[in-house]
Antibody
């Protein structure tokens, strides 16, 4: 069974750093891209970027380039999303998802989400 | 403002049929990129409903169907059930943005 399990909710202060994780199981982790998607409170889904764990090839949405860093450790089947200096506007639910490229590019399995709250 | 345009809300009575539109432009849907649909219940992970414009993953009821024409796509839900009440998002790719784009989401209310 394909599963993406994300790390737990985080409460941080502005300026702090953070790294959240997404662990894949039940499939070949190095053979599929993993994407990150943001949902701010009361808003829709926004694509942040994707990584191919096989070679760490990474692509970012122009809206998130330079704001976050996406990485992966294929030895433990885990992808990461990190911030070096959080802002209140980073408060959101963050989802990881496995990307498929048959019949277009879409996400077939999703993590349960990680709620990040940034508040002073 | 989202790259793909969806109506903010739609509603229907149990048993009825509703459609949700998704309008793009020449750099995404109009360029031939496939459209995919997700169902999202608050507090849960989004669920893939339709991929490649018209295909249903295993386990998705045939009450859900997708279509695409020109720069637009649609999701149709027939035989509405209370459990269908959720947010629905379309998604495609965009050549000018070099990546994935989502619609703004549509809240479906079952009356």
């Amino acid at each position: 069974e394909v599963q993406l399990v994300q790390s737990g909710a985080e409460v941080k202060k502005p300026g702090e750093s953070l790294k959240i994780s997404c662990k894949g199981s039940g499939y070949s982790f190095t053979s599929y891209w993993i994407g990150w998607v943001r949902q701010m409170p009361g808003k829709g889904l926004e694509w942040m970027g994707i990584i191919y764990p096989g070679d760490s090839d990474t692509r970012y949405s122009p809206s998130f380039q330079g704001q976050v860093t996406i990485s992966a450790d294929k030895s433990i089947s885990t992808a990461y999303l990190q911030w070096s200096s959080l802002k209140a506007s980073d408060t959101a639910m963050y989802y990881c998802a496995r990307r498929r490229v048959t019949a277009g590019s879409y996400f077939d399995y999703w993590g349960q989400g990680t709620l990040v709250t940034v508040s002073s | 403002q989202s790259v793909l345009t969806q109506p903010p809300s739609v509603s229907g009575a149990p048993g009825q049929r509703v459609t949700i539109s998704c309008t793009g432009v020449s750099s995404n849907i109009g360029a031939g990129y496939d459209v995919h649909w997700y169902q999202h219940l608050p507090g849960t992970a989004p669920k893939l409903l339709i991929y490649g414009n018209t295909n249903r993953p295993s386990g998705v009821p045939d009450r859900f169907s997708g279509s695409q024409s020109g720069t637009s796509a649609s999701l149709a839900i027939t035989g509405l059930q209370a459990e269908d009440e959720a947010d629905y998002y379309c998604q495609s790719s965009d050549s000018s943005l070099s990546g994935v784009v989502f619609g703004g989401g549509t809240k479906l209310t079952v009356l």
